[in-house]
């Protein structure tokens, strides 16, 4: 902790020099190199957004010359829904270095003998997030058959003991106390945190039509044993969208699936849903992908604790690592929280040595501290948003951005985030000539807030902005309108 603490005095050291160097600008100042016109159709887009309730934050830099061009609310602090997400990004590129690995290790007590190992395995969690198919053609199994075809190398056919799991890099709750309390916890975005994580912990469910008056048929997305399906839905005749429900109590992993396909509709109906005690789930099934690749496991699946005294005893038969950076693209361009919390989990480890949303949060808050950008108004309690007390404010948002724009990690940084006109959460919006391909920004939407954050690199003028709209009016349209004014005004 004390390594991390001085890497966050420097820190703060190159942010004071930063903003030292930079001129000063009271709040909602206006930058005299904005054009009046451009300026008085961006306050005219706020007023309309605003109403008689909505709250506004908006902070504009010019990311070459520094100056602030443009501000109003920018350093109240509002929820940020997933530009929260930007915030917990660029601490792990200062705080964990872009060069982070996550390893996720399958460790062995005992000997190869006669074609089997004569003792347990155990499936050592390193935090990663990146264990799906996401990156491997979208083959949820394919790092579960490499590994096992790297055990088969070793001469292991058989394993007469149990496959172990540990996840104790990570503690405390798997979800956090500010997420919804009502049924999303089934949603692929309220996936609970563990630090062994698997397809993003969530099960793929498609449902196809059977014959007309018969129960459609229902599977799942890898195969699995570890969670059940109650089948009620129905197959009607004709071709329309089929209307699905589904049912998971918090605590297990029964699935119940109702409603209706049809017949003529080939496509039927896809979905994933998150599943309970997700270390216990990646276990099971890279249990059943070792069976299916040849490899018996004789034992039980088993969670276990390698602790200091233990590990000695074991040793490391597969090693499998990923990069922060790979991370980085589910979580800025997609907005995947699983992602982001798992990326907060880690500062917690660098922190406290243990990952936790408290320890998380806590290395998250110092690290703001220490930028000189934390006021008592703000609160962290997640790393991806879904909490609706987090608050920050536009100009800290702003701010970080337009700092990460001198980093030697910023390409890195940059090439994580959405593109206008062209992917994920912007790949429908902005597709003016002065914003396409041109606009690299985060998303943000919880119920009554929208946020959009991130550079406007048009033209002869580089931007830094953050947008947070809270209760507003015309939330998309208006971010865009004002995207696209400062667009135009930067060419």
Same mark, same amino acid.
């Given at each position: 902790?004390?390594?991390?603490?001085?890497?966050?005095?420097?820190?703060?050291?190159?942010?004071?020099?930063?903003?030292?160097?930079?001129?000063?600008?009271?709040?909602?100042?206006?930058?005299?190199?904005?054009?009046?016109?451009?300026?008085?159709?961006?306050?005219?887009?706020?007023?309309?957004?605003?109403? @008689?309730?909505?709250?506004?934050?908006?902070?504009?830099?010019?990311?070459?010359?520094?100056?602030?061009?443009?501000?109003?609310?920018?350093?109240?602090?509002?929820?940020?829904?997933?530009?929260?997400?930007?915030?917990?990004?660029?601490?792990?590129?200062?705080?964990?270095?872009?060069?982070?690995?996550?390893?996720?290790?399958?460790?062995?007590?005992?000997?190869?003998?006669?074609?089997?190992?004569?003792?347990?395995?155990?499936?050592?969690?390193?935090?990663?997030?990146?264990?799906? !198919?996401?990156?491997?053609?979208?083959?949820?199994?394919?790092?579960? @058959?490499?590994?096992?075809?790297?055990?088969?190398?070793?001469?292991?056919?058989?394993?007469? !003991?149990?496959?172990?799991?540990?996840?104790?890099?990570? !503690?405390?709750?798997?979800?956090?106390? !500010?997420?919804?309390?009502? *049924?999303?916890?089934?949603?692929?975005?309220?996936?609970?945190?563990?630090?062994?994580?698997?397809? *993003?912990?969530?099960?793929?469910?498609?449902?196809?039509?059977?014959?007309?008056?018969?129960?459609?048929?229902?599977?799942?997305?890898?195969?699995?044993?570890?969670?059940?399906?109650?089948?009620?839905?129905?197959?009607?005749?004709?071709?329309?969208?089929?209307?699905?429900?589904?049912?998971?109590?918090?605590?297990?992993?029964?699935?119940?699936? @109702?409603?209706?396909?049809?017949?003529?509709?080939?496509?039927?109906?896809?979905?994933?849903?998150?599943?309970?005690?997700?270390?216990?789930?990646?276990?099971?099934?890279?249990?059943?992908?070792?069976?299916?690749?040849?490899?018996?496991?004789?034992?039980?699946?088993?969670?276990?604790?390698?602790?200091?005294?233990?590990?000695?005893?074991?040793?490391?038969?597969?090693?499998?690592?990923?990069?922060?950076?790979?991370?980085?693209?589910?979580?800025?361009?997609?907005?995947?929280?699983?992602?982001?919390?798992?990326?907060?989990?880690?500062?917690?480890?660098?922190?406290?040595?243990?990952?936790?949303?408290?320890?998380?949060?806590?290395?998250?808050?110092?690290?703001?501290?220490?930028?000189?950008?934390?006021?008592?108004?703000?609160?962290?309690?997640?790393?991806?948003?879904?909490?609706?007390?987090?608050?920050?404010?536009?100009?800290?948002?702003?701010?970080?951005?337009?700092?990460?724009?001198?980093?030697?990690?910023?390409?890195?940084?940059?090439?994580?985030?959405?593109?206008?006109?062209?992917?994920?959460?912007?790949?429908?919006?902005?597709?003016?000539?002065?914003?396409?391909?041109?606009?690299?920004?985060?998303?943000?939407?919880?119920?009554?807030?929208?946020?959009?954050?991130?550079?406007?690199?048009?033209?002869?003028?580089?931007?830094?902005?953050?947008?947070?709209?809270?209760?507003?009016?015309?939330?998309?349209?208006?971010?865009?309108?004002?995207?696209?004014?400062?667009?135009?005004?930067?060419?």
């Amino acid at each position: 902790m004390l390594c991390l603490r001085n890497r966050l005095m420097l820190l703060l050291a190159v942010g004071a020099a930063i903003t030292a160097f930079l001129p000063a600008q009271p709040l909602d100042s206006q930058g005299a190199s904005l054009p009046d016109a451009t300026r008085r159709a961006i306050e005219s887009q706020i007023e309309k957004a605003e109403g @008689k309730r909505g709250r506004f934050g908006l902070l504009v830099q010019d990311l070459d010359s520094g100056e602030v061009l443009l501000s109003h609310r920018a350093d109240e602090a509002l929820a940020p829904a997933s530009n929260m997400k930007l915030v917990t990004t660029v601490a792990a590129l200062e705080l964990l270095g872009a060069d982070f690995e996550y390893v996720t290790r399958v460790m062995g007590r005992g000997a190869v003998a006669d074609g089997a190992w004569q003792g347990d395995l155990c499936l050592v969690g390193g935090g990663d997030p990146n264990l799906s !198919g996401r990156f491997y053609n979208n083959d949820p199994l394919a790092l579960f @058959k490499a590994w096992a075809a790297q055990l088969a190398a070793k001469g292991i056919a058989r394993v007469t !003991g149990d496959l172990q799991f540990d996840t104790s890099l990570f !503690g405390g709750e798997a979800y956090c106390e !500010g997420w919804p309390k009502d *049924d999303q916890y089934t949603k692929w975005y309220c996936a609970e945190v563990s630090a062994l994580a698997f397809n *993003d912990n969530c099960v793929g469910l498609r449902v196809l039509p059977g014959q007309a008056d018969k129960p459609g048929q229902v599977e799942l997305v890898p195969p699995t044993a570890y969670a059940g399906i109650v089948n009620q839905t129905q197959t009607r005749a004709g071709r329309k969208a089929a209307e699905i429900g589904i049912l998971r109590p918090r605590d297990q992993n029964t699935i119940t699936v @109702k409603g209706t396909v049809h017949e003529k509709s080939s496509w039927g109906y896809t979905t994933d849903v998150t599943v309970h005690d997700p270390a216990q789930y990646a276990a099971t099934v890279f249990r059943e992908t070792l069976q299916a690749c040849g490899i018996r496991v004789e034992g039980n699946v088993v969670s276990t604790v390698l602790t200091a005294d233990r590990l000695p005893g074991y040793s490391v038969l597969v090693e499998h690592r990923s990069k922060l950076s790979q991370a980085l693209v589910p979580i800025n361009t997609n907005s995947q929280n699983l992602h982001a919390e798992m990326l907060l989990r880690m500062l917690g480890v660098a922190y406290a040595g243990k990952g936790t949303f408290k320890t998380g949060c806590a290395a998250v808050q110092e690290f703001l501290t220490n930028e000189g950008l934390w006021t008592a108004d703000m609160r962290v309690l997640d790393g991806s948003g879904l909490a609706r007390d987090d608050r920050v404010s536009a100009r800290l948002l702003a701010t970080l951005l337009a700092r990460t724009a001198g980093k030697p990690h910023f390409e890195a940084f940059r090439a994580s985030l959405a593109v206008a006109g062209e992917t994920g959460t912007l790949d429908d919006r902005l597709n003016d000539p002065a914003t396409k391909g041109k606009v690299f920004a985060k998303t943000g939407y919880i119920n009554g807030v929208r946020a959009l954050s991130g550079y406007i690199l048009a033209g002869k003028r580089r931007y830094a902005f953050s947008m947070l709209m809270n209760d507003c009016l015309y939330t998309r349209e208006t971010q865009d309108e004002i995207v696209k004014l400062l667009a135009r005004a930067g060419t």
